[in-house]
């Protein structure tokens, strides 16, 4: 397939590399960073392989993250248990919410699927907002911090540790998606269904599990967010901002692709450090200026190089090889 | 007295104020799913950021009373006239590029421009709650038992003119016909002599300067600030969905539909739950009619 040993070669350096940042620095500013970036990442590849993969691009998947969030958080803060059992319930409830959602929303295409799992994460966003005796409504949930794996309360370094395997895990699943038997029918869902029906494919069915294993992944992501950050309000885990972010940065890297999705992360994190140390002096409109300039970025992205960073070093990568066998 | 004597005027007055509700709140969803279900219906484009058009006439409107006393109703031909500009802007700089792109790319575009949008007026003008209180807002007609103020007859009597107007507008010129042929099938059309990126040029503009309009009739009713677009556009398209793409007199009824689920809603479940009920219905539209009530013809080519 396109884009194939030199995107594992930068995937391999990417991971180690995040592997020995705590062997050089134990700035906390600098880990943070890190673990963000692995977490957004895997969450992003995680809403890949339904939308890149599958071809059933969401705006909601911050339902899923949610359902994660909430559970991991109530886990703990309501019922004292451990988060990993919080984690377990949520990405239960995830596979049962995204088999719903994508079940019911299967014969929907292109735009007419997006505005469906919009609503879905809307009502699951008042839902959170208006439960007050269950989700202590939009107040939020702070969680408590209790030292330990078992509960969840690590230090930087073994929070990143932590989200390197999940990015691992993600990355893993994504190549499977590219490279076993599944992953060319899914392709051939993605390109063209009629076709892929005509074939014996048994397309709805695929179309869901891609969906139902995209919300599982998504939920683990908002259980360990929301136990690394130590706060959920139905607001934000709810919000189609989360959404939209999932799907960028995969847009950004490349739809579709294994490194895509970590590779966006990378360059949005970093696009948004470094903004942030330019207008922190202009307090109030900092976030506004980053954001204006996050939309130009996706509308520049879109038009001009709609398959992302990877498809445009594949392109590149492309005309040198086809260069260099000219020249020889 | 019989407390059941004592529950029936009272309750005949509850229903006829629902009712009046149900329709002055739908003028006003009308009044935003129009332009949207123009854009939606003949372009195949679905803007996502047709709610920040919307916020951006709220804001004109807010202005132009804060700063020079000009009633929105004074404003709105201006408004009109500006939007239109602006459309015809946006379509150029933006959307003209992703017109035959596929969806993923349209959605994805008109997403960054939201974003965009909502954030230039973040940074122009803070996150603030603003609200203008000229005096027809404050005017309280009441009518057989039911009360309601002179700046939602006003968006309602505007939303319906507005919709008929293009109704019309649709079917009677001959503009009004290329733009339908388009809507019906771009590549025969384009076989026809019809210049289809000017076709999509006007839609745009028309329906950008709608909801323009619709911001200025809306901004003494309803408090304007960066992410005031957010709540009207998702209840925009649940209304165009239901009344089918591109379909003006389906927009109007299923912004009648929309409202009267909120309002009986509200009345019945409280508030607070009353978005769920217009978000499942959403859902329940788009799984079981997708083509909208009236199963619009062409919906099913949005899929393709």
């Keep these: 397939m396109r884009w194939l040993a030199p995107g594992r070669a930068a995937a391999a350096l990417l991971f180690a590399g995040a592997a020995v940042v705590p062997l050089l620095s134990r700035d906390s500013f600098f880990l943070d960073s890190v673990i963000l970036i ?258 130009t970025v996706l509308i520049l992205v879109v038009r001009f190089a709609p398959e992302g960073v990877t498809g445009l070093a594949d392109r590149v990568w492309r005309r040198r090889g086809a260069a260099r066998a000219e020249a020889a | 007295m019989d407390p059941a004597r004592r529950l029936g005027p009272a309750e005949i007055d509850v229903f006829a104020q629902l009712a009046v509700s149900t329709l002055l709140l739908g003028g006003i969803y009308a009044l935003i799913a129009v332009g949207l279900t123009l854009i939606f219906g003949i372009m195949r484009v679905v803007n996502f950021a047709h709610g920040e058009y919307l916020m951006l006439g709220m804001y004109l409107a807010f202005w132009a009373f804060s700063l020079l006393a000009l009633d929105p109703y004074v404003v709105l031909p201006a408004s009109l006239v500006i939007f239109f500009v602006v459309g015809l802007l946006t379509y150029a700089l933006v959307m003209r590029g992703v017109i035959h792109a596929s969806h993923n790319v349209q959605i994805f575009t008109t997403v960054g421009l939201s974003i965009a949008l909502q954030n230039v007026a973040l940074v122009l003008w803070t996150g603030d709650f603003r609200v203008i209180r000229p005096w027809h807002s404050s005017v309280v007609i009441r009518l057989g038992g039911t009360a309601f103020n002179l700046s939602q007859v006003v968006a309602f009597a505007v939303a319906v003119a507005l919709t008929i107007g293009l109704l019309l507008f649709m079917r009677r010129t001959h503009t009004g016909r290329v733009m339908r042929a388009t809507a019906q099938d771009r590549d025969a059309a384009t076989l026809m002599g019809i210049d289809t990126d000017r076709v999509y040029r006007l839609t745009f503009a028309i329906g950008i300067a709608c909801v323009g309009a619709a911001g200025a009739l809306v901004a003494p009713l309803y408090a304007t600030y960066p992410q005031a677009g957010l709540q009207f556009v998702l209840i925009a398209y649940v209304v165009v969905v239901l009344g089918g793409l591109g379909d003006m007199a389906g927009a109007l009824l299923g912004s009648l539909i929309v409202a009267a689920v909120e309002v009986a809603g509200s009345y019945v479940f409280g508030a607070a739950w009353k978005e769920v009920l217009y978000f499942v219905l959403f859902i329940g539209v788009l799984v079981f009619r997708p083509a909208g009530l009236f199963g619009q013809r062409g919906a099913e080519t949005l899929g393709a």
Aim: aromatic fraction near 12%; include cysteine.
């Design chain 1, 38 to 295: 692995l977490l957004w990442g895997s969450l992003s590849a995680a809403w890949n392989v339904a939308g890149g993969y599958a071809g059933q691009v969401s705006l909601g998947h911050a339902a899923f993250f949610g359902i994660g969030a909430y559970a991991a958080a109530l886990a703990s803060a309501r019922y004292e248990q451990s988060p990993w059992l919080g984690l377990a319930v949520g990405v239960l409830l995830s596979i049962v919410a995204g088999a719903l959602i994508g079940y019911l929303s299967n014969r929907l295409k292109g735009p007419y699927f997006a505005l469906s799992t919009i609503a879905f994460a809307e009502v699951l966003k008042i839902v959170a907002s208006r439960w007050r005796g269950f989700t202590a409504g939009s107040e939020g949930i702070p969680v408590p911090y209790r030292p330990g794996f078992w509960t969840l309360g690590l230090d930087h370094v073994a929070w990143l540790y932590l989200a390197l395997t999940l990015a691992l895990v993600c990355y893993g699943l994504q190549v499977y998606l590219e490279k076993s038997r599944v992953g060319y029918r899914l392709a051939g869902v993605r390109e063209d269904e009629d076709a892929a029906e005509a074939l014996g494919i048994a397309t709805r069915r695929l179309k869901v599990a891609a969906v139902m294993l995209s919300a599982a992944l998504t939920a683990v992501g908002g259980s360990l967010w929301a136990q690394y950050v130590g706060f959920v309000d139905p607001a934000h885990v709810f919000s189609i901002d989360l959404s939209i972010r999932f799907a960028l940065n995969s847009i950004i890297g490349g739809m579709g692709t294994a490194l895509g999705p970590f590779l966006g992360s990378v360059l949005i994190t970093m696009l948004e450090t470094y903004l942030r140390a330019t207008f922190s002096g202009m307090k109030a409109g900092f976030s506004g200026i980053y954001l204006i300039i996050y939309g």
